[in-house]
C-alpha cells in the first residue's frame, strides 16, 4: 500500500509500518496539526497492527509506504511527481491510496476527482499520471462538497476507483442510513464504490483518546471521503493479495479488480439520490475469483443496451491486443479500443458509428496495407466498407456493388479465387446472396454465379475448407429454406454440394467450422431457433453425418456459435449465444471431453438471461485462454474473462500474409505436440453476424513444447517449423520468417537478442532476410529492438509487431 496525501505521524504506537515508509521528502509537520492528524487517520484505517488493542487496520498483512504530494522548501502540490515517486517505487500489483482531489469553487469549499477539469482551468497532468501506473490498482477520493460530476468536463478514464462516502449503518451521524449516499460527498455515474463516510475509528486527531500524548491518539468520527477511500483501498489490497496467494502469481489486473469489486459489491441503497457505488464485499469478490468465468463488462462496455447484434473481435490498430466492433441495429455501432489492463475505450469516430440497422460485420485487410479494414451488413439500406486510414481513422470506401442495399445479414471475407487479395460473401434474408470479388486497386465486382445467389432467406454464413482442396467453402444459414453448402471449384466456379443432413431446413442461426474430433478435417455446428441444433461430423469425400447427441442437441433459441478450446486441453469446445423472441438465454458452454462427448459445462456468469445475440471468443487479455464477448438485443452486452484456460499451456499462431492475402483468411495452421494433432483455419467471419479473433488458438494441455507447426497458406506455400516453445504468442509470415527470430531458428527467445547485439555492436551476421530483426516495425534495425524484445519476452511487453 502506498498513500500519497500530506503528512503522517511515522511515530505513532499503532502504526509501526510507518516507520521508514516514507518515500517522498515531504516536509513533517511538527507539532502535531492537521495534515498529519489525516494521514495518521488514513494509514491507521489500512495498516494499524493486529496486536490486540487499538484498532486494527483493513489491509494489515500488507506493507506500507508513504509518498508527500508537497515537495521541500515548496509551498506548491506536485500530485503527477508525487505519483511518478511512487510508481517507481512499487511493483505490479501494489495499490495506490490518492487522497488528493481539485478544489471547486461552485459550491464553494467542493471537492472533486482528478479526472474532472477544474472549473477555472483544466490540469492533466494528474490524470495522466494515474493512468501511467500500469499494473498498480489506484483507488482516489471522490472528494467532499456535493459535486455531481456529471455537469464537468471529463478527462477521461484513468482506471482508477473513484470513491464516494456512504452511510456506515442505520442510525448513524446522517439520516441517510446504510449504503446511502451521505449528503456531502461529491457523486456521479462515474463513481465506482463506496466505503463508510461517517464514524470510522482510528488513529490520529485524539477525540477518542487522548491522555498519552499524541503517540496515541484514537479518533471515533473519522469521516468523508477520505474515511471511505482507505475503506475500499484496504479492499482492493485484499483482493490483490488474495490473488496472489491462490490464484495466480502474476498479478491482477487493476481494471479487472475495480470490475469484479462493483459486480460483486453490495448495491448502493435505492432510491439513490447521486450515484456512488456498490459498497466492497470481499466474500463474494473471493468467490468470484475462483469462478471459471467472471464478467468483465465495465463501462463504456455493456452501456448500450440497443439491439447489439454482431460482435467482431480485430486489432485494428496493430498494437498487440484485440479490439472490438459492435452492431446495433438501428442505433449507432461501436468500437472498443483495447487498452491493455482491461480497459476499453468508446473509439468510434467518422462512419464507424453508422446507425443504419447494422447486423453482420467482419474484419479483413482487403487493401493489403498492414491493417484491418471493415465490412458492415446493413438490413434495408446500404451496406458499408470502412477503410483503416490508421492513426484510427477510418472513412467510407463502399463503392460499386458493395453498396446492396437489401437485407444483409452475415458477411465473410475470404480470398474465394486464391489471388492475394480478400473478396467479400454477403448472405441477404429476403434476396440473392453476393459474392464480390476484390479485383485491386479498391474495385470490387459482382462475382455472383450459379448456387452463389442463393435467395433462400439467409442468416448466417461461415467459410472454410472442409475438403482440404486449399480453396474456401461455404456454408449457409437459411430461415425455412434448406441450408446451402456450396463447394469451391476454383475460378470462382461453386457447386451446390447439399447433401443428407447438411440441407437441414429449420429456422437457421449461427454457424462455425471446426475440427472438433481433431481428425484433420473441418466439421460444422449450427443452430436452430425453435429446433434442435446440429452437429454434422466430416467423414472426408463430401460425407456428413449427423452425430447430435446430448446438450448438442438444445432444443432451441440459440443464435451464436462459435468454436474454441476454453479450457486449453486440446479439443474444441462450444459456445451458444441463446435468446430468440420472447425466449431468453440462458447461454450454453459445451466442454469436448473426447470421443464425441460433450458436457454442458456453463456455470456463473455465463448462464446469466438475456436476449443473447452474436458472440465471438478471442485472447483480449493476452493471457493465453479465450475470452469472450456476447451480444444483447435487450440489456447490457457482457465481457466474460476465461480464468480456467490459463492452467494448461497454449500456442497463439498470428499470420501475415504475403504472396497469401496479409490477414492470411483461409490459411490452416497445424500443431502437432505429444502425439496430439490439431487444425485451425483463419476465419473471415462466422458465428451469427460475427467474428471470432483472426488468431489460430492451440491449447496443448501439459504438453511442454510444440512438436511441429505446420502452415498452409492459401497460395500454396506451406512453411513448418519444430521444437516451437510453449506459451507464447508465435507470429509467423509467409515463406517461414518470424519478426524478431533475428537468428532464424524459428523461435523468438533470449538467442535472438544475442544475436542482435552481436549483429549492432560486434560485427556479427545480419539477420536473414534483415526486417525479421526489426522487432518494433519502425523500418530500421537498432537497440530499439533489443529493447523490444526483453520487454516481449521478460516484461509482458506484445509480440513484434506487422508492419
Not at 487444425?679 to 462466422?686: F, K, L, N, P, V
Request: charged fraction near 15%; aromatic fraction near 12%.
Amino acid at each position: 500500500m502506498c498513500d500519497l496525501e500530506y503528512g503522517w505521524n511515522y511515530n505513532h504506537a499503532d502504526l509501526t509500518k510507518a516507520i521508514g515508509s516514507q518515500i517522498n521528502p515531504n516536509p513533517i509537520f511538527y507539532p502535531v496539526n492537521a495534515d498529519t492528524n489525516h494521514g495518521t487517520a488514513v494509514i491507521g484505517e489500512l495498516v494499524s497492527d493486529n496486536n490486540g488493542w487499538g484498532t486494527t487496520g483493513i489491509c494489515y498483512g500488507s506493507s506500507l509506504k508513504t509518498c508527500g504530494t508537497v515537495y521541500p522548501n515548496s509551498t506548491t502540490w506536485n500530485v503527477p511527481g508525487a505519483m511518478a515517486y511512487a510508481i517507481d517505487s512499487l511493483s505490479a500489483g501494489d495499490v495506490i491510496l490518492l487522497e488528493q482531489q481539485w478544489d471547486y469553487y461552485y459550491p464553494a469549499g467542493g471537492y472533486i476527482p482528478i479526472e474532472w477539469w477544474l472549473n477555472y482551468s483544466p490540469n492533466p497532468q494528474t490524470f495522466n499520471g494515474v493512468y501511467a501506473a500500469i499494473g498498480n490498482a489506484i483507488a482516489n477520493g471522490g472528494g467532499n462538497g456535493y459535486v455531481n460530476t456529471d455537469y464537468l468536463t471529463w478527462f477521461g478514464n484513468s482506471g482508477a476507483i473513484i470513491v464516494g462516502a456512504g452511510g456506515a449503518y442505520p442510525g448513524g451521524t446522517w439520516p441517510q442510513g446504510d449504503l446511502e449516499k451521505l449528503p456531502f460527498s461529491s457523486y456521479g455515474r462515474r463513481f465506482d464504490l463506496q466505503g463508510w463516510g461517517e464514524n470510522v475509528t482510528t488513529t490520529g486527531y485524539g477525540n477518542l483518546y487522548s491522555a498519552e500524548g499524541y503517540n496515541y491518539w484514537y479518533r471515533r468520527d473519522f469521516d468523508g471521503t477520505s474515511s471511505a477511500s482507505p475503506v475500499v483501498a484496504g479492499a482492493v489490497a485484499c483482493c490483490v493479495g488474495y490473488w496472489k496467494a491462490n490464484i495466480s502469481a502474476n498479478p491482477a489486473s487493476p481494471h479487472y479488480v475495480r470490475t469484479i469489486l462493483i459486480n460483486t459489491g453490495t448495491p448502493q441503497a435505492v432510491p439513490q439520490t447521486g450515484k456512488i457505488g456498490p459498497r466492497p464485499d470481499l466474500q463474494a469478490t473471493f468467490t468470484a475469483f475462483n469462478a471459471e468465468w467472471v464478467d468483465l463488462t465495465y463501462p463504456p462496455l455493456g452501456e448500450d443496451t440497443s439491439y447489439s447484434s454482431g460482435v467482431a473481435w480485430g486489432d485494428y490498430d496493430g498494437d498487440g491486443d484485440l479490439d472490438v466492433y459492435l452492431t446495433h441495429g438501428g442505433y449507432p455501432n461501436e468500437l472498443f479500443r483495447n487498452e491493455g489492463r482491461g480497459v476499453f475505450v468508446d473509439a468510434t469516430s467518422g462512419p464507424l458509428g453508422d446507425s443504419d440497422f447494422g447486423l453482420g460485420v467482419a474484419w479483413g485487410d482487403y487493401d493489403n496495407d498492414g491493417d484491418l479494414d471493415l465490412y458492415l451488413a446493413n438490413c434495408f439500406t446500404a451496406n458499408k466498407l470502412f477503410r483503416n486510414e490508421g492513426g484510427g481513422s477510418f472513412i467510407d470506401a463502399t463503392s460499386g456493388p458493395l453498396g446492396d442495399a437489401a437485407c444483409g445479414t452475415g458477411v465473410a471475407w475470404g480470398d474465394f479465387d486464391n489471388d492475394g487479395d480478400l473478396d467479400i460473401y454477403l448472405v441477404n434474408d429476403g434476396s440473392a446472396n453476393k459474392l464480390f470479388r476484390n479485383d485491386g486497386g479498391g474495385a470490387f465486382v459482382d462475382a455472383t454465379g450459379g448456387p452463389l445467389g442463393d435467395p433462400g432467406n439467409g442468416t448466417a454464413v461461415a467459410c472454410g475448407d472442409y475438403d482440404n482442396d486449399n480453396d474456401l467453402d461455404i456454408y449457409i444459414v437459411n430461415v425455412g429454406n434448406a441450408n446451402k453448402l456450396l463447394r469451391n471449384e476454383g475460378n470462382l466456379v461453386f457447386v451446390d454440394a447439399t447433401a443428407g443432413p447438411l440441407g437441414d431446413a429449420l429456422n437457421g442461426r449461427g454457424v462455425d467450422w471446426g475440427d472438433y474430433d481433431n481428425d484433420g478435417d473441418l466439421d460444422l455446428y449450427f443452430a436452430n431457433a425453435y429446433a434442435g441444433n446440429k452437429l454434422l461430423r466430416n467423414d472426408g469425400g463430401g460425407s456428413f453425418v449427423d452425430v447430435t447427441s446430448g446438450p448438442l442437441a438444445d432444443g432451441g433459441n440459440a443464435k451464436g456459435v462459435a468454436w474454441g478450446d476454453y479450457d486449453n486441453d486440446g479439443d474444441l469446445d462450444l459456445f451458444l449465444a441463446k435468446g430468440d423472441g420472447a425466449i431468453l438465454g440462458p447461454n450454453r458452454l459445451l466442454r469436448n471431453d473426447g470421443g464425441g462427448s460433450f458436457v454442458d459445462a456453463t456455470s456463473g456468469a455465463l448462464s446469466d438471461s438475456g436476449m443473447w445475440s452474436g458472440s465471438a471468443l478471442g485472447d483480449m487479455d493476452n493471457d493465453g485462454d479465450l475470452d469472450l464477448y456476447v451480444g444483447n438485443l435487450s440489456g447490457p452486452n457482457k465481457l466474460f474473462l476465461n480464468q480456467i484456460g490459463s492452467t494448461k499451456h497454449w500456442l497463439h499462431v498470428n499470420l501475415v500474409g504475403t504472396v497469401s492475402n496479409k490477414s492470411a483468411i483461409g490459411a490452416r495452421v497445424r500443431v502437432v505436440s505429444g502425439g496430439l494433432s490439431q487444425i485451425r483455419e483463419i476465419s473471415g467471419g462466422s458465428g451469427y453476424l460475427s467474428q471470432n479473433s483472426l488468431t489460430a488458438e492451440f491449447g496443448l494441455g501439459s504438453a511442454t513444447q510444440a512438436d511441429t507447426v505446420e502452415v498452409r497458406w492459401p497460395s500454396g506455400q506451406a512453411d513448418t517449423m519444430t521444437a516451437v516453445s510453449v506459451d507464447i504468442m508465435l507470429q509467423i509470415y509467409e515463406g517461414g520468417f518470424i519478426r524478431g527470430d533475428a537468428n532464424g531458428d524459428g523461435v523468438i527467445n533470449s538467442a535472438d537478442i544475442v544475436y542482435l547485439i552481436d549483429y549492432l555492436f560486434k560485427g556479427g551476421p545480419a539477420p536473414n532476410p534483415l526486417w525479421v530483426g526489426d522487432a518494433n516495425s519502425d523500418g530500421t534495425i537498432n537497440s530499439a529492438d533489443v529493447v523490444y524484445l526483453i520487454n516481449y519476452l521478460f516484461k509482458g511487453g506484445p509480440p513484434p509487431a506487422c508492419p
